[in-house]
């Protein structure tokens, strides 16, 4: 399963999304409907910064309560003692586990999640489990990028005769073999049982400063590096980088970055869901 385990390394490096986070949820913030007193449910909320100074200043004052989940300990517990949240419990939960817990059962209002769905292999369950979690009438809202840009590293390094052994597989998007995986994401709410829908595609383009900037993103969002032991991490830095800059980025000869040097970026699609039960 795909949980983070370098909290601050993700925090520091993860100015890209938060800007993304940002300019999409002012661009649709009409699709974020919160009833008063409302309970909220957020699946996916990492070290807690972004959905503090974004997402969480959209809801109501009087909300009931916030459920704040992730698959990861080590996040939870950063953001548990970095994010002071009023009436908000934070818990260890995979979106897409088999039972829900009954006292989740259609006890939301609200369920959002930033930039978490494309780590999710089992869509499907992970939707049916929100519908299950939703009061009649509730709502969920979501961005995140349609597919990981790494994925092919990850396909790459699945196949790896050193680095194989380790489950890259772990890392695949659900739709990433499709042409448009927004697609796949309708389908999966339809399946739920979802009747209103939507999922909008925007593209966006992350330019990094210099070569510490894409490592250290690259790197804090891999998900499998934290497993590998200590005496080989060095060598798999290598290989995971060597394939970040011959799969992942572009080089832009016609701008530098801060050291003179030739820029990198990499352009990717995000999604914005937004359904109703
Ligand atoms: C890229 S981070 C996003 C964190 C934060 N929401 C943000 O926008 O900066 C994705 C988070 O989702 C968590 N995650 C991955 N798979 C999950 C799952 N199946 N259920 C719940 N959380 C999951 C990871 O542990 C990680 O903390």
Partial sequence: MASFALPQLYKDSSEKIFIATKILLEKYKHLIKIEENASIFEFGVGDGSHSAKLLYPLYPGDYKEIVATDLSQAMLNYAKNNENIPRCAFSLFDVACETVPEDYLARFDNVFSLFTLMLVRNTERAFKNIYAMLKPNGRIFSVFHSVLPTNQVYEKLSRHPIWGKYDHNINISSYYNESQPEKGYERALKQAGFDDYTVQVETFKYTFKNEK????????????????????????KK?????????????????TDENGLNSRHVTLSLCVLSATK
Wanted: no cysteine; net charge negative.
């Fill in 239 to 255: 290989e995971f980088f060597k394939l970040i800059e011959n799969e992942v980025l572009i080089e832009d000869e016609s701008v």
């Fill in 213 to 236: 900037e894409w490592k250290d993103f690259f790197y804090s969002v891999n998900v499998v590096a934290p497993k590998i032991p200590q005496e080989e991490i060095e060598d798999y």
